[in-house]
């Protein structure tokens, strides 16, 4: 997508796309500044009456919708001051060892030729997230099904086709709620050490989640969770196979390994576009936006602004300052950030300390079905 952006960025910074009924934003700038200003682009696509497709039978939309990701202030902050403690830098880099650990059993398994995606980018973060709620880790197949439809992109091109995508789509957030409600009870009747025995008893000012709200967080972080943190390590290492003798730097220390996985963040973000909607009119890039309007926000586009970034089209590991946009910015700045560059460097490192030499075996690189994640489906490599 990347010489779309480029193309967009010069000709059309924003625009109105009559196809898809969206504005679509480019520019570094305009990005930040649909993300900053929450009161003039909310997030929650309830506002213009987004999002009721997916409602359930009863005309309910799913939970997940009754999360932060989805509430604007000072709702959102209610829902965030419950939960953010759990993910503090210094909350999360209690769980480094026990990080390591699963990387650790992941790799005791690997072939010398192994798809990295299936074998560690994607069952670790899992595993780590599930452990983290309390949800047996035996579990993950059915997760792995649920995200995938999740993120999937309707291909659909008659109305038929449409209508099972949001069957499935609809289903799946009806499996979820019920897995998820009754895990709920079962830590209601015997509490344990875990987020959701928390999050029942997490009280903000005088406010608990109610039962709808913790479905909709469990749901939330198994899905911003996963395929996220899955493509920031697929990505990175993509980015490092392609540059020669970068392992020997970061083995040497001459290269900061947590310096270029931000750069890989930049370079290929795995979450390529958010979507807000005006709740009044708007000049932005010298186009009026009416209210009540869908806006999508670039970041991959943002993230290789030649107005922001030098040499925006090439992945400099030590590049610094690095200011991406990949985790969003302001009031939704992702909860699990930390969380995120602590997996990927516990993977990228274990990697780079078990094995001499890492190479991508030539094969065609399948990407993701989705319009906003980034990525690859299968990562082949070979080590010794
Ligand atoms: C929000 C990206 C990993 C939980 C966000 C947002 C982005 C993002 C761009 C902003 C959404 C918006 O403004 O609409 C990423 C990337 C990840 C990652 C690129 C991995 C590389 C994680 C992980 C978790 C997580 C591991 C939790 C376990 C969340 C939550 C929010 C969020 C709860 C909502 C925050 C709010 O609305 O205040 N993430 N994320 N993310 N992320 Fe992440």
Not at 187 to 193: E, G, H, K
Request: charged share 30%; proline share 6%; hydrophobic share 35%.
């Amino acid at each position: 997508p990347f010489g779309w952006y480029r193309e967009m960025r010069a000709d059309s910074p924003v625009r109105y796309d009559a196809d898809r009924e969206l504005w679509d934003v480019f520019r570094y700038d305009d990005v930040k500044y649909v993300l900053d200003n929450d009161g003039l682009f909310s997030a929650d696509p309830a506002t213009a009456g987004f999002g009721e497709e997916i409602a359930d039978s009863e005309g309910e939309p799913p939970p997940v919708f009754d999360t932060m990701l989805f509430a604007d202030p000072p709702e959102h902050d209610r829902l965030r001051g419950v939960v953010a403690e759990f993910f503090s830098p210094r909350a999360i880099n209690e769980q480094a060892d026990r990080i390591r650990g699963l990387t650790e059993r992941y790799l005791d398994d690997l072939n010398d030729e192994f798809d990295l995606v299936s074998e560690l980018a994607y069952p670790m973060p899992v595993d780590v997230i599930a452990e983290m709620l309390g949800v047996p880790t035996d579990d993950r197949a059915m997760f792995k099904r649920w995200s995938d439809t999740l993120i999937e992109r309707p291909e659909a091109t008659t109305e038929a086709e449409m209508e099972s995508f949001q069957q499935r789509q609809r289903e799946t957030q009806r499996e979820m709620s019920e897995y998820f409600s009754s895990l709920i009870e079962t830590r209601r009747a015997d509490p344990q050490d875990d987020l959701i025995t928390a999050i029942i008893d997490a009280e903000v000012d005088g406010h608990r989640l109610s039962e709808r709200e913790m479905v909709g967080f469990c749901t939330l972080l198994l899905v911003a969770g996963n395929i996220t943190t899955t493509n920031l390590i697929t990505n990175a290492m993509r980015c490092f196979t392609s540059r020669s003798g970068l392992f020997d730097e970061f083995r040497s220390g001459e290269t900061e390994l947590s310096t270029a996985i931000e750069e890989a963040l930049r370079y290929r973000s795995p979450v390529q576009a958010l979507f807000r909607v005006t709740t009044e009119p708007i000049d932005l890039g010298g186009r009026e936006i009416p209210a009540g309007e869908g806006v999508v926000a670039w970041l991959g586009s943002a993230n290789r602004d030649e107005r922001m970034f030098d040499r925006p089209d090439e992945f400099v590991p030590d590049r610094q300052p690095n200011q991406h946009l990949s985790f969003g910015y302001g009031t939704h700045y992702c909860l699990g950030a930390p969380l995120a560059r602590l997996e990927a460097k516990i993977a990228l490192e274990s990697l780079l300390e078990r094995f001499e030499t890492i190479e991508p075996v030539e094969t065609d690189l399948r990407p993701i079905r989705s319009s906003f994640i980034y990525g690859v489906e299968k990562y082949p490599l070979r080590i010794r």
